[in-house]
Structure formats: C-alpha cells, structure tokens
C-alpha cells in the first residue's frame, strides 16, 4: 500500500473509531462527512440539548501535498499523537489549526 493509501486508511479507521465512540452521547448525532476526490475527511455532531443547538465540525484532517493535515481536532484525544502512535511521521503531520509562524515551534511539520 502506497504512503497516500496508508494515510487515508488510517484517517478512516481513527474518525470512524471516534464516531463509534461517542455514538449517542448526550443525544447528539455524530457522523462522518467524507470528500475522497478533495481528501477532507470530517467528524460532525447536530442536535438539540434543551432549547440550545450543537452543530459543529468535531474533527477536521485533510490530506495534501503528502501530508496530513489537522484542520481542526476538538476532541481530548490528541490526534497528532494519536497518527504517530499509528506510524505517522511527525514530518507528515501539520497542525493547521495553528498559525504559520507557531507551527515551526511544534514537533510537526510546518507545512
């Protein structure tokens, strides 16, 4: 399998996890919003608690130019660790959610 294959496989198996994971808590609807062609691969929750909405993007990695890129992860689970743990090189990982000039001062990548 071919690194961009890897990378993809495991980003599935790492936001399906997650989905299956938190499935139903409280009352939340939490599914994947997968774009192959464009490789973003998104985890969103919808719905009501009392009279207040939760909608929102949960987890957000896209890949691009060899790289994963983590847009957005507002779990506890830090996901960054979570890639390595899973044979991701640091090298290969770019926090996105931080800006340019804060991303040279993390163990990942810059971009």
Do not use: S
């Not at 299956?20 to 464009?38: F, H, K, M, P, S």
């Not at 993007?57 to 983590?70: A, N, P, S, T």
Request: net charge negative.
């Amino acid at each position: 399998m071919d690194k961009l294959a890897r990378y993809r496989q495991i980003i599935l198996d790492l936001i399906t996890e997650y989905q299956v994971r938190v499935a139903g808590y409280e009352g939340l609807e939490t599914y994947l919003a997968i774009d192959r062609e464009g490789e973003h691969y998104q985890v969103l929750r919808d719905g009501w608690r009392n009279d207040y909405r939760f909608y929102g993007c949960v987890l957000h990695f896209d890949i691009k130019d060899g790289k994963i890129w983590i847009r957005h992860d507002g779990t506890e689970d830090a996901m960054a660790e979570r890639l390595v743990e899973l044979g991701v090189p640091r090298e290969d990982i770019v926090l996105a959610f931080h800006p340019p000039y804060v991303r040279q001062h993390t163990a990942y990548a810059v971009g």
